[in-house]
């Protein structure tokens, strides 16, 4: 059973519409900003975080979303809310209709995606990647996939935006890597070498694999 109901209120600003879907560490829910319009929320899974624990999990997705980039999705607010099942951390970000680049692919059926419709998304993805690869130290998503990247219809056409950067994380300064984290799906081989490494190049070797 879901964490939140349709129908439900949210510290007197959001009201649920819908569940989206959920990942391993979170649920996905369509929400409506009593002033704002519609947002997506993702609520973490785990009972009884505090202020400082979505701090924590959520100071580089934060960070970026202030730079204000078209390629990277934004995040509008955090907190906790108490439900039936114990206090859970969310955050808002925008929401996007068109879904998941992975739900995008499979609307084509058994059609391949047209090959400059898919450079143009990959070129997308890069650029949004390469405002985090720009920070000191780069900070470094750790779980490009195709879940991650939302795509939606703008006026202009596709804009695809990287999200979920609960996994980010800036890296050692030194050796530029940070600890390999989430699904291997779409790492490089680099990653399983001994020192199970990911970098600013793992980052950028998924959306092409």
């Known amino acids: ?39 997506a929320m993702k609520v973490f899974k785990a009972a009884g975080m505090t202020l400082p624990d ?5 100071g580089e997705a934060i960070m970026l979303s202030r730079i204000g980039h078209p390629n990277i999705v934004r995040v509008f607010d955090a907190n906790v809310v108490q439900t039936q099942k114990g206090l859970f951390g969310y955050f808002t970000m925008e929401n996007v209709p068109g879904g998941s680049l992975d739900k995008f692919w499979q609307s084509h059926g058994t059609e391949f995606v047209p090959v400059e419709t898919t450079i143009d998304l990959i070129k997308q993805v890069c650029r949004g990647l390469s405002v985090a690869h720009r920070e000191q130290p780069p900070v470094i998503h750790r779980d490009i996939k195709p879940q991650n ?19 980010a994380k800036r890296v050692n300064p030194l050796t530029l890597l940070a600890t390999a984290m989430a699904a291997i799906t779409f790492k490089p081989p680099e990653t399983f070498t001994e020192s199970k490494g990911d970098s600013c190049a793992a980052d950028v070797w998924a959306p092409w694999w």
């Open 149 to 167: 990247i939302l795509v939606g219809y703008e006026t202009d056409g596709l804009r695809a935006r990287v999200s979920d950067f609960g996994l």
């Open 54 to 58: 979505i701090e924590d999990a959520l």
């Open 1 to 39: 059973m879901a964490i939140l109901t349709e129908g439900q209120n949210i510290r007197d600003t959001y009201e649920v519409e819908r569940f989206l879907g959920e990942g391993a560490f979170a649920e996905v829910f369509r929400v409506k900003h009593r002033f704002l319009g519609r947002q």
